[in-house]
């Protein structure tokens, strides 16, 4: 039974690892992160999140931990149809997500416990997507 529950552990270390494979700790490196559903831009302090019917920002440096891993505080906002004349309706919102090389995967969970994503960007991308209106 020893055995067994040694190599029942050490599957789970191999499987562990290959989650992981690729993931890049520290700051995320600036510039425009694109794909399909929108953009992520990162800036050194901060990050904000242009999607065709929301935006997103992050008012504190993008910075994985040594598994790629990122978990931040921000702001969410739907952009549809008339805006109020004060602007957007900003809510607290919590970004997570997972840099594997030039790769971004995100979600967005909102206050009201809702989620966007996972969304999904590539380094040095600019993506093309139709508006909202």
Known sequence: MRN???MIAGLLAAVAAACTLGAIAGPIPTGTWGGKQGNLVVYADSATLDLPCA???IPRPLVADSAGRFD???FWAPMVGPLSINGPLWQPARFTGLRTDDH???TVK???GSSIGP????RGVVGQFPRCV
């Open 4 to 6: 067994g529950a040694r």
């Open 72 to 74: 931040l505080d921000g």
């Open 55 to 57: 935006a997103g920002r």
């Open 119 to 122: 969304l999904v960007f590539e």
């Open 104 to 106: 971004i995967e995100m």
């Open 110 to 112: 909102l206050a009201t």
